[in-house]
T-cell receptor, first 113, second 112 residues
């Protein structure tokens, strides 16, 4: 298995632009998580899905952030409009049974200038 | 108060030393516990689960004290390759929901 695949690896965008991050979970994993990591706040859970259904989006910072999981093999995290304070590494992770050994993707390093 | 608290370090130790990391968690309903390792500019990876009875994996020993809401990780005979950030992780189940909460990590630097 190729593991959790995220794209792009790096994204530099201008403030106000729309950013879309993509994630392909491990086949057979029924939970998918989006995390954001910064030096100041560490890893923060933004949203997670179980069987493609959003379960908890209380970590999504504001309405500029949205996430979808149209099928078991694909999820997106969208920021519109982006702001400099959104600069961070965004990780996607998947697991079976939600919490017993997450597998993380390599992350997307987002810089908003 | 943060849900999971760790000393950020860095811990600078010579090769061969024994080093211990501690972590406290605030939610007594937390049900499972882990240590993850994160190398610089890489993703976190599961190092080991933590059980109430304590568990060992080679040079690594993890302990859980539920009464004190305290988790520890001991690394014996440190290697240069152990240099990384160690993340204390807590899982709380609520009904069908389950999610991991990460501490901000403790950085370890092992030197010659």
């Amino acid at each position: 298995d190729a593991g959790v695949i995220q794209s792009p690896r790096h994204e530099v965008t201008e403030m106000g632009q729309e950013v879309t991050l993509r994630c392909k979970p491990i086949s057979g994993h029924d939970y998918l998580f989006w995390y954001r990591q910064t030096m100041m706040r560490g890893l923060e859970l933004l949203i997670y899905f179980n069987n493609n259904v959003p379960i908890d989006d209380s970590g999504m910072p504001e309405d500029r952030f949205s996430a979808k999981m149209p099928n078991a093999s694909f999820s997106t995290l969208k920021i519109q409009p982006s702001e400099p304070r959104d600069s961070a590494v965004y990780f996607c992770a998947s697991s079976v049974q939600g919490g017993y050994g997450y597998t993380f993707g390599s992350g997307t390093r987002l810089t908003v200038v | 108060r943060k849900e999971v608290e760790q000393d950020p370090g860095p811990f600078n130790v010579p090769e061969g030393a024994t080093v211990a990391f501690n972590c406290t968690y605030s939610n007594s309903a937390s049900q499972s516990f882990f240590w993850y390792r994160q190398d610089c500019r890489k993703e976190p990876k599961l190092l080991m689960s933590v059980y109430s009875s304590g568990n060992e994996d080679g040079r690594f020993t993890a302990q859980l004290n539920r009464a004190s809401q305290y988790i520890s990780l001991l690394i014996r005979d440190s290697k240069l390759s152990d240099s990384a950030t160690y993340l204390c992780v807590v899982n709380m189940h609520t009904g069908t929901a389950s999610k991991l909460t990460f501490g901000t990590g403790t950085r370890l630097q092992v030197t010659l």
